[in-house]
């Protein structure tokens, strides 16, 4: 299916919302590619890119990086684009803004993006659509995750903060714009996004 084509049911009415999937990362701590960590008998980024997909989320784009070689055929058939990230080492702005230059170039454009990180699987499609949700009915400009004491990602973004994503660039990721936009951000309680993949010890301790 091609996951640039809208279904015959979509209704332009609907806000659009996409998502972007980083994962690039090394994973240097983990000691393996952590994308390719088996969790509900498949890979974790595939769990991930199926949750966006179940929330609504077209187009879905995936970021990838150090590992791309080894992860990219798990993706092959999926309904995802694949964006090529070289600069992965200088850190999530680079990845950020990678994905923003192929969202860039899609034939329809979209109202929202959610960005998500492709290590943490026990975010549900339900979350991501509570997120929607909220950044609809507050009309805020950003609506992000609350968990562990801090606003993170996954986190909702409107179209009109597309340049400041695309200049994004280093370690900072989308949580400068957090700071930047303080007054029209909306805060969605997410406990399920604190537990992420990073060490064997989050392994053995979450799954």
Request: glycine fraction near 8%.
């Amino acid at each position: 299916m091609n996951p640039l084509e809208s279904s015959a049911e979509f209704n332009k009415s609907e806000p659009v919302t996409g998502a972007l999937i980083l994962a690039a990362g090394a994973s240097a701590r983990m000691g393996f590619p952590k994308q390719l960590l088996i969790f509900n008998n498949k890979p974790m980024i595939e769990t991930v890119v199926e949750t966006a997909l179940a929330a609504g989320c077209n187009p879905v784009v995936t970021v990838l990086g150090a590992f791309a070689e080894r992860i990219r055929p798990v993706l092959e058939g999926r309904q995802v684009i694949i964006a090529l990230n070289p600069d992965w080492a200088s850190g999530m702005g680079s990845s950020i803004a990678a994905g923003m230059k192929v969202i860039a170039g899609l034939p329809r454009p979209i109202d929202n993006l959610l960005i998500l990180l492709g290590d943490q699987p026990f975010v549900q499609a339900a979350d991501l659509q509570q997120m929607m949700e909220i950044k609809r009915k507050s009309g805020a400009r950003i609506a992000a995750a609350a968990y562990a004491g801090q606003l993170g990602v996954p986190a909702l973004f409107d179209r009109t903060l597309f340049q400041a994503l695309s200049a994004l660039d280093g370690q900072g990721g989308a949580k400068q714009l957090f700071r930047q936009f303080r007054n029209e951000l909306a805060v969605c309680n997410l406990p399920s996004a604190a537990d992420d993949l990073d060490t064997p010890e989050d392994v053995r301790r979450l799954l």
